[in-house]
Nanobody, 121 residues
Framework: QVQLVESGGGLVQAGGSLRLSCTAS????????MAWYRQAPGKQRELVAT???????NYIDSVKGRFTIFRDNAKKMVYLQMNSLKPEDTAVYYC???????????????WGQGIQVTVSS
C-alpha cells in the first residue's frame, strides 16, 4: 500500500505564502500523476493543480500565477507553493497521486488525509 502525508499547512494572513509538502511512502515502484485538491467548508472538493511524471503542470484559473506545483521524484514528494494567498483559499488541502506498488502492474489512486490552510483577512 501507499501512504500520502501532507505537511506545511497552517494560518497565514492574506497576501502571505505557504508551502505544502506531500510525501509518498510504501513499496512504491512508480508514481504517475500527482495533484493537490482542496475542499472549503460547505463546498465540493475541487482540483487545484496537477503535475505529470514529466512535470507538465495544470492549474485552476483562480490560482494561476499564485500557486506552483512541483515534484521531486527521487524523494517521492510533491509540493504546492502558495503565494499571494486570499481568504477564499481557505480549505482543507489534499494530496493525490497515482502510484504502483511492487508486485502489481497497475497504478492506483491514493489520497492523503488532508491539511488545513486558513487565510485570514
Amino acid at each position: 500500500q501507499v501512504q500520502l502525508v501532507e505537511s506545511g499547512g497552517g494560518l497565514v494572513q492574506a497576501g502571505g505564502s505557504l508551502r505544502l509538502s506531500c510525501t509518498a511512502s510504501g513499496s512504491i515502484f512508480r508514481i504517475g500523476n500527482m495533484a493537490w485538491y482542496r475542499q472549503a467548508p460547505g463546498k465540493q472538493r475541487e482540483l487545484v493543480a496537477t503535475i505529470t511524471s514529466g512535470a507538465i503542470t495544470n492549474y485552476i484559473d483562480s490560482v494561476k500565477g499564485r500557486f506552483t506545483i512541483f515534484r521531486d521524484n527521487a524523494k517521492k514528494m510533491v509540493y504546492l507553493q502558495m503565494n499571494s494567498l486570499k481568504p477564499e483559499d481557505t480549505a482543507v488541502y489534499y494530496c493525490n497521486a497515482d502510484a504502483g506498488v511492487f508486485g502489481t502492474f497497475t497504478l492506483t489512486n491514493y489520497w492523503g488525509q488532508g491539511i488545513q490552510v486558513t487565510v485570514s483577512s
